[in-house]
């Protein structure tokens, strides 16, 4: 038995969770949720229509009066049993998220999860804790001050890449400030939103807090993302789709926050530590199968180290084991699905005809090649404007290109639509720093790649989106602001008054 979770009895009643209730889906269309790794479906279920989407914010609505006045305390709580409930399931939690990503259990076991559950953790304390302004008398007649204030229902789609991580991205800082909220996940990978919304329920979230509906996004997501009772949409996906969210949320007037795709460059100077360089390297492109939005897919070497990294890189990912997602061995699982293989072969195949393909280019032969795997791939010889350095590729490919002095490499490294994140690799604090200041991205590692925490934010720049996950940053999306003036003065007619009524 490769694992034990069982995802047809599991969530046999549907894959929509509504008010508390898992029940099936109205749109007449059947989806089936597939193991990338052998192609087997694992789960059939019917999609979301319109009408589950209305039923799920009418039950996020009608949750939100009472969810937004319990005290921050009385959430914390609920919050906190919610992350025991989480950390208590952890096992089934890592085998739901392999099974329908094709994740190895590795990575689901010691990332997915424990992030998942050290998210719910940090929220829960985070929401006694909102912060604002201090009250004052600024005006010298008045007491001012600021209530923060939760936005309402917020309709939320996710990413199929960390659908676990996504739904605690969305879901933790939207509850924990007072808000209600429907997420649409991914249609490949809707089985660990759904446990994490019924995990909420046993952990004493009210009903209608967390909803789930699993549809497709141009009719679910869309009219979610318009709906005239969501007020905020809240969107991790790719840049191009979360245009079109921002297109109906703005003309439905709608907080939006977008967290969108990205092309990360890997900036690697010449006094850098090469086996640190190269391990980070591979493992930064590697990690999730490179479908991470941060994953590093641009390496930028100064001239004297170009030619050692590349070797490196190329004999470091030889070595990288393909695999059964459910053998702990394994490092490097399948793509989601055949479809997002092909997509990332078509970008190797035609950066043939303009770049070198170095190692990797295909997809595994032998036992493998009924799964969705693609090789760990290197190219050189590309030019800055060719489309396998400018697009977001999602697979395990890294490109490497020469530079040679600091201005070269930076404006490089500044040179694509994306700014999600970045490394810069050095021993010299000066350029580690000027790196630091100079690379547009809402994350910039020095001498590592990846690594993510709770109390940090998570949030991109230029095409990569805008707004916060994680952290106290979230909070600034998830609230809104209210100034309350109380006057101290007790006159009846005020100086200002004079700019109306002049002297009368
Ligand atoms: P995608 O944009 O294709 O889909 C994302 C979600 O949007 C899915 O739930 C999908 O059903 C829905 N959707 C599709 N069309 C829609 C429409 N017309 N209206 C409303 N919703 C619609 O992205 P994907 O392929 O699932 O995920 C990969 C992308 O996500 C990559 O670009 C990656 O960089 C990005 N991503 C970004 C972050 C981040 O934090 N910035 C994190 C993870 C993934």
Redesign the pocket.
């Known amino acids: 038995m490769r694992h034990s979770f069982q995802a047809e009895s599991r969530f046999a009643e549907g894959a929509q969770y509504i008010a508390g209730d898992l029940r099936p889906g109205t749109s007449g269309r059947r989806h089936a949720v597939v193991d990338p790794a052998t192609g087997h479906s694992v789960y059939a279920y019917e999609l979301a229509g319109t009408a589950d989407v209305d039923a799920a914010v009418e039950a996020a609505a009608r949750a939100f009066p009472a969810w937004a006045g319990a005290t921050p305390g009385e959430r914390s709580d609920l919050m906190h049993r919610f992350a025991a409930v989480l950390a208590e399931q952890s096992e089934e939690f890592a085998d739901a998220e392999s099974l329908q990503c094709g994740k190895p259990v590795k990575l689901s076991t010691e990332f997915d999860v424990p992030g998942t559950v050290d998210n719910a953790a940090f929220f829960a304390g985070a929401a006694r804790h909102l912060e604002g302004m201090s009250a004052g008398e600024y005006s010298g007649d008045h007491t001012s001050y600021i209530r923060r204030e939760p936005i309402g229902v917020v309709g939320s789609?996710?990413?199929?890449?960390?659908p676990l991580q996504?739904a605690a991205w969305k879901v933790l800082p939207a509850i924990a400030a007072g808000n209600t909220i429907v997420l649409?996940?991914?249609?490949l990978t809707p089985l660990t939103s759904l446990m994490f919304a019924r995990a909420a329920t046993e952990a004493g979230i009210p009903d209608g807090v967390v909803n789930i509906v699993s549809g497709?996004?141009?009719d679910a997501?869309?009219h979610l993302?318009g709906h005239p009772d969501v007020a905020m949409a809240s969107f991790?996906?790719?840049?191009p789709?979360g245009k079109?969210?921002a297109e109906i949320a703005t003309s439905t007037v709608k907080r939006l926050h977008l967290?969108?795709?990205?092309k990360a460059p890997f900036v690697v100077f010449d006094d850098a530590d090469l086996e640190a360089a190269v391990h980070g390297a591979v493992a930064g492109a590697l990690i999730n199968t490179g479908q991470d939005?941060t994953a590093a897919t641009r390496a930028y070497v100064q001239r004297p180290l170009y030619a050692a990294f590349v070797a490196g890189v190329a004999d470091l990912m030889a070595t990288v084991r393909l695999g059964d997602p459910f053998d702990p061995a394994t490092d490097l699982g399948p793509l989601i699905s055949y479809r997002q293989r092909d997509r990332v072969a078509g970008f190797v195949e035609r950066a043939r005809s303009y770049a070198t393909v170095v190692t990797g280019g295909r997809a595994p032969r032998g036992e493998l090649a009924t799964g969705a795997y693609y090789l760990p791939t290197l190219v050189t010889g590309a030019a800055q404007d060719s489309e396998i350095v400018q697009s977001?590729i999602?697979g395990p490919v890294l490109v490497v290109l020469p530079f040679d002095s600091d201005d070269e490499g930076l404006a490089l490294a500044n040179d694509t639509p994306y700014g999600?994140a970045a490394s810069a690799w050095s021993r010299d604090v000066y350029r580690t720093g000027r790196a630091t200041r100079e690379i547009k991205a809402g994350c910039v590692w020095i001498n590592d790649h990846i690594p993510i925490l709770s109390e940090m934010p998570?949030g991109?720049y230029r095409a990569?989106?805008f707004g916060k996950?994680m952290s106290a940053y979230s909070f600034e999306e998830y609230t809104q602001v209210k100034h309350v003036m109380f006057d101290n003065t007790a006159v009846a007619r005020k100086d200002w008054h004079r700019t109306v009524f002049g002297d009368r």
């Not at 789609?157 to 960390?162: D, E, K, L, R, S």
């Not at 991790?236 to 840049?239: C, D, P, V």
């Not at 967290?259 to 990205?262: C, Q, S």
């Open positions: 789609i996710a990413p199929w890449n960390y996504m649409k996940p991914a249609e497709a996004g141009r997501g869309e993302a991790t996906g790719s840049t789709v079109r969210v967290e969108l795709g990205g939005c977001e999602f999600l998570h991109g990569s989106g996950d």
